[in-house]
Structure formats: structure tokens, C-alpha cells
């Protein structure tokens, strides 16, 4: 059973080193480095060094890009784009339009903290089931509780507790991550694990986004350009 980080940031090489050693040395056996769509050919030019260091060669460590889209012809576009060269796709949440069309997209692994800026949790039913029906993940990262103090952080818990109670419902994968953008964001599975009961999970649904269900999206994200639609799906070439 492997323990991955999904949402490591990585700036630039060192401070990407850093942060994967720190993951290892606490227990992670994987991770994905996640950078901004702006930002990724960094992450192209980083990762081959990062992957040949022999302190990490025991390290599953994936390419991941943050899609920021201002609407979903946007999100649609940058999805394109990017789906043949990362590993795991991420659309920002926050705008509900931008939120529903990330849910209704085969090709889109991980909407990232729907909730962002609003009051609600950013899904309801309707989104919830197109996640499912999709296999969109809904990530929920911890920064966003460990980095908040009072009101917000009782409204980004009770977020929490809804989103949970629709993945409950539904079935759509769920992600527990830290978003780590410093060694000290960074915490053991352990840690994630026990600050994910405050919310309402049980440790084998916590267990399990931190283990099957990052792996299970490596897994399928290399076959979700060939989906077409729903039953339909390109043959690779010979």
C-alpha cells in the first residue's frame, strides 16, 4: 500500500526537491508535483533531474498542472491542451460554471477545492452525480484548514462535512492532500489521517485517499484522451 501526496507545489527545482525529500522522509511513497498551467514547461525541465536523484528513486513522483479558467470554454481549452502531457489534470474550483463543466469532463482528473471563495461547497446533487458518472476527484486540501483560523476555518470544515456526505451518496473519488508549498505545510498520512476525523471521516475513507484512489487516478489518466464520450473511446495506433 503506498501513501501519496497529490498536491505537492513545486516552484522551481530546489524548492521542489526539498518538498519531495521531506514527503519521503514522512512516510509518502509517492506525490504529484503540481504547477500552474503557466508555469509547466518548468516542470518539464525539472522533473527528468528530480526523477534520476537517487534519494528519490524509491519516490513515484507524477506530473500534475493547475488549470485557473475563468469559464468553461476556458477550462475546456486549457484541458486540451495539457491532457497529452501531464499525468493529472487539475481544474481550480471556486466559479460554479467552471465547477460543473470540470465535473461533466472525462478528461479532467481532480476539481480542486470547489468551495474557494464561496459559501456553499461549490457542488450539489447534479454535480456530485456527473463527478461519479465521470470519475472526477474531488480534492479537498488541508491547507486550507491548517493555513484559516476561526469562522473561516469552521466554514471550510463544515464544506468539508458536506462535500463528504455527497461522496457518500454518489461515489465520486475523493482526495485528501496537503497542498504544501513549504516543508512545514507538509504532514505525515498519520496527521492527515487523524485532522480528517474533525470533519467526519472514518480512517478507512481517509485511508483510502491517501492510497487507492490517487492510485487509481495515476492509473486511469493515461487512457482519458482517448475518451470520447460515455462507451466511447479511441484505439491507440499500432
Not at 479558467?69 to 484541458?79: G, I, L, Q
Not at 481544474?91 to 460543473?100: A, D, I, P, Q, T
Not at 491547507?143 to 464544506?159: C, T, Y
Not at 496527521?191 to 492509473?219: Q, V
Request: charged letters at 30%; aromatic letters at 6%; one cysteine or more.
Amino acid at each position: 500500500m503506498k501513501f501519496f501526496d497529490f498536491h505537492i507545489q513545486g516552484r522551481d527545482h530546489d524548492s521542489s526537491l526539498r518538498l519531495l525529500l521531506e514527503a519521503s522522509r514522512l512516510g509518502y511513497q509517492g506525490g504529484v508535483l503540481v504547477y500552474p498551467s503557466d508555469r509547466y514547461p518548468d516542470l518539464k525541465s525539472d522533473l527528468e533531474s528530480l526523477r534520476e536523484n537517487p534519494e528519490l528513486q524509491d519516490f513515484e513522483i507524477a506530473r500534475g498542472v493547475m488549470i485557473n479558467a475563468s469559464d468553461p470554454r476556458d477550462m475546456r481549452r486549457s484541458v486540451n491542451k495539457f491532457r497529452k502531457k501531464a499525468d493529472v489534470i487539475y481544474v481550480s474550483g471556486g466559479n460554479l460554471k467552471v465547477n460543473r463543466a470540470a465535473c461533466e469532463s472525462r478528461r479532467v482528473d481532480v476539481l480542486s477545492a470547489p468551495y474557494t471563495s464561496r459559501r456553499d461547497p461549490g457542488i450539489n446533487h447534479v454535480l456530485a452525480r456527473e463527478a461519479a458518472r465521470n470519475n472526477v476527484a474531488v480534492e479537498l486540501p488541508l491547507a486550507d484548514v491548517i493555513g484559516s483560523w476561526l469562522k473561516v476555518r469552521a466554514r471550510v470544515l463544515e464544506q468539508f462535512r458536506e462535500i463528504l456526505k455527497l461522496h457518500r451518496k454518489f461515489g465520486f473519488p475523493l482526495l485528501l492532500t496537503s497542498r504544501a508549498s513549504s516543508i512545514y505545510d507538509l504532514r505525515t498520512p498519520g496527521d492527515i489521517m487523524n485532522l480528517a476525523e474533525c470533519f467526519g471521516m472514518e480512517s478507512s475513507e481517509a485511508e483510502e485517499s491517501l492510497t487507492s484512489t490517487p492510485a487509481s487516478i495515476l492509473e486511469d489518466s493515461g487512457k482519458r484522451h482517448l475518451l470520447i464520450a460515455e462507451g466511447v473511446r479511441l484505439l491507440p495506433e499500432n
